[in-house]
């Protein structure tokens, strides 16, 4: 279980004022004592996440938020960090109690906005006098079905479960979904460079390789100064080849002709982004001069390394095409603007470190302020003169 990383499992976040047993709500779904559980106001001041594998949707992210009525001398700040999970929430639970409404019902809109399926809950019925009255109070305002907690007894908590489950779809989502089927080989060509972590790959290679084997296809891995010995070990030329961004012109070289060429970065844009919207936002390029700004994001945060690819090599390619003058931002992490109009184009990493609802709010985010974003596959593949070569679809 805990080997499935963060950014593929179903981001679940439980919402509510302060003290409403969001801690204990946690506690309890992950059956360890994950969150502190306190009568003090403002006692959870981050999310707290935990991993878990829940039966029937598997492996989740359970997180626990600060209050949102939090009026502590801090808790304005808590209450942001709170509403910003909202951006990798794939499914919210909002808490109810016999305090108010106010607040769980401005998130409840946030939700509604942002279209995150969301359960709405009265917890802590142990404490209220009449719980089939504030239910049926709860229903007729929010017009969703209510489900009846004691967190503390574990009283509701099989039905909150089934509820988890039923809003998550069945469907089975590919990042090599359309580029290859079962007996497909394909060849995975992976620069190793000093950018790469010592002694291991990549997580997007690693996810890549087990899901084609998953899928019954044969992977065959090498580095692109060993493409050629790998070309020439097969019986056959390879139904796919899969590279990185900085590898293209030197893969497509050698590509056999009966033979589909795409990046990591590409099949990931499309895995966890909006791959129509980045191939229009590369449309961009043509309106870029020296006095332009571009922000470069990257979904994790490392030491730069001489060959990193979004923090070197980019900007340098960039440059050497618009003028040294050209302005590059580049953030990692969380740290995303959320105001974006300063900006002529935002582009992004292949994000494998996030899960898709956090890759399509940023891109949202980007779509809704008018400004053009790309991905780092679509954009080297432009500023290659191949990106027309490439699959992208």
């Known amino acids: 279980m805990q080997t499935t990383p963060s950014s593929e499992r179903v981001h679940i976040a439980?919402?509510?004022?302060?003290?409403?047993?969001?801690?204990?709500?946690?506690?309890?779904?992950?059956?360890?004592?994950?969150?502190?559980?306190?009568?003090?106001?403002?006692?959870?001041?981050?999310?707290?996440?935990?991993?878990?594998?829940?039966?029937?949707?598997?492996?989740?992210?359970?997180?626990?938020?600060?209050?949102?009525?939090?009026?502590?001398?801090?808790?304005?700040?808590?209450?942001?960090?709170?509403?910003?999970t909202l951006d990798q929430t794939d499914i919210a639970i909002i808490l109810f109690t016999d305090q108010g409404t106010d607040v769980e019902m401005a998130t409840i809109e946030e939700c509604r906005i942002r279209e995150i399926p969301y359960i709405v809950v009265l917890a802590q019925v142990d404490r209220i006098a009449d719980v089939e009255a504030l239910k049926r109070d709860i229903e007729a305002l929010t017009s969703k079905r209510v489900i009846a907690i004691s967190a503390e007894r574990g009283e509701g908590i099989e039905a909150l479960r089934e509820a988890i489950v039923a809003?998550?779809?069945?469907?089975?989502?590919?990042?090599?979904?359309?580029?290859?089927?079962?007996?497909?080989?394909?060849?995975?060509?992976?620069?190793?460079?000093?950018?790469?972590?010592?002694?291991?790959?990549?997580?997007?290679?690693?996810?890549?390789?087990?899901?084609?084997?998953?899928?019954?296809?044969?992977?065959?891995?090498?580095?692109?100064?060993?493409?050629?010995?790998?070309?020439?070990?097969?019986?056959?030329?390879?139904?796919?080849?899969?590279?990185?961004?900085?590898?293209?012109?030197?893969?497509?070289?050698?590509?056999p002709e009966g033979s589909t060429l795409t990046s990591?970065?590409?099949?990931?844009?499309?895995?966890?982004?909006?791959?129509?919207?980045?191939?229009?936002?590369?449309?961009?390029?043509?309106?870029?001069?020296?006095?332009?700004?571009?922000?470069?994001?990257?979904?994790?945060?490392?030491?730069?390394?001489?060959?990193?690819?979004?923090?070197v090599k980019l900007p340098r390619i960039l440059r050497k095409?618009?003028?040294?003058?050209?302005?590059?931002?580049?953030?990692?992490?969380?740290?995303?603007?959320e105001d974006l109009t300063p900006y002529d184009l935002v582009i992004h990493c292949g994000a494998c470190m996030f899960n898709r609802r956090h890759v399509l709010s940023r891109v949202e985010r980007a779509r809704k302020q008018g400004v053009a974003i790309t991905n780092y596959g679509v954009i080297l593949a432009a500023l290659s003169g191949i990106l027309q070569r490439v699959r992208t679809e």
Request: charged share 25%; with cysteine; hydrophobic share 35%.
């Open 14 to 84: 439980i919402y509510g004022r302060c003290n409403a047993g969001k801690s204990t709500l946690m506690n309890c779904l992950t059956g360890q004592q994950t969150a502190i559980v306190s009568e003090i106001a403002g006692t959870t001041t981050d999310p707290v996440r935990k991993a878990i594998e829940i039966n029937g949707l598997g492996a989740a992210v359970i997180i626990d938020t600060p209050g949102l009525d939090d009026r502590t001398q801090l808790g304005g700040e808590r209450v942001t960090r709170s509403t910003r």
């Open 321 to 337: 095409r618009f003028g040294e003058e050209l302005q590059i931002d580049i953030v990692g992490g969380a740290d995303y603007p």
């Open 264 to 311: 990591f970065s590409i099949l990931f844009a499309r895995y966890k982004g909006d791959i129509a919207l980045f191939m229009e936002g590369v449309k961009a390029l043509g309106k870029i001069t020296s006095s332009s700004r571009i922000l470069i994001a990257e979904a994790c945060t490392h030491t730069p390394q001489n060959e990193d690819i979004g923090r």
């Open 167 to 255: 809003l998550r779809s069945t469907e089975q989502r590919y990042i090599t979904e359309g580029f290859c089927k079962a007996g497909d080989s394909v060849l995975l060509v992976m620069p190793q460079d000093k950018s790469a972590p010592k002694g291991r790959l990549i997580q997007p290679q690693v996810q890549t390789i087990r899901e084609l084997l998953d899928r019954g296809c044969t992977p065959i891995c090498c580095t692109p100064d060993g493409m050629p010995a790998a070309l020439a070990a097969l019986s056959r030329a390879p139904e796919l080849i899969i590279t990185d961004s900085q590898a293209f012109d030197a893969v497509y070289a050698l590509k």
